[in-house]
Nanobody
Framework: QLQLVESGGGLVQPGGSLRLSCAAS????????IGWFRQAPGKERGGVSY????????TYADSVKGRFTISRDNAKNTVYLQMNSLKPDDTAIYYC????????????????WGQGTQVTVSS
């Protein structure tokens, strides 16, 4: 059974950076596409970024294009989300999820979810 654990969240000032990690156990990650999602208080969970199992295809939500970069290291069974130029609107709980389908940012296409990591952008 695949298990995912996010880490790297925290409190950062506007304009700052954070790198989130999504570490997998129980299964090798190279068979799974990975998505990053986020949920702010009072809002629905939405897609942030996606990377295919091979790492060749990446997708970003319009709100994070040019600021966030998704990458993966299958040898380390880990996917990363580098977040730069952070804004208060990026404040949310960030989740990673895994799918064996071509999932993109469709929440319903993901079968495995981590517990989330809090990102707070505030001065």
């Amino acid at each position: 059974q695949l298990q995912l654990v996010e880490s790297g969240g925290g409190l950062v000032q506007p304009g700052g950076s954070l790198r989130l990690s999504c570490a997998a156990s129980g299964c090798t990650l190279d068979r799974y596409a990975i998505g990053w999602f986020r949920q702010a208080p009072g809002k629905e969970r939405g897609g942030v970024s996606y990377i295919s199992s091979s790492g060749v295809v990446t997708t970003y939500a319009d709100s994070v294009k040019g600021r966030f970069t998704i990458s993966r290291d299958n040898a380390k069974n880990t996917v990363y989300l580098q977040m730069n130029s952070l804004k208060p609107d990026d404040t949310a709980i960030y989740y990673c999820a895994a799918s064996q389908r071509i999932a993109g940012l469709r929440i319903g296409a993901y079968d495995y979810w981590g517990q989330g990591t809090q990102v707070t952008v505030s001065s």
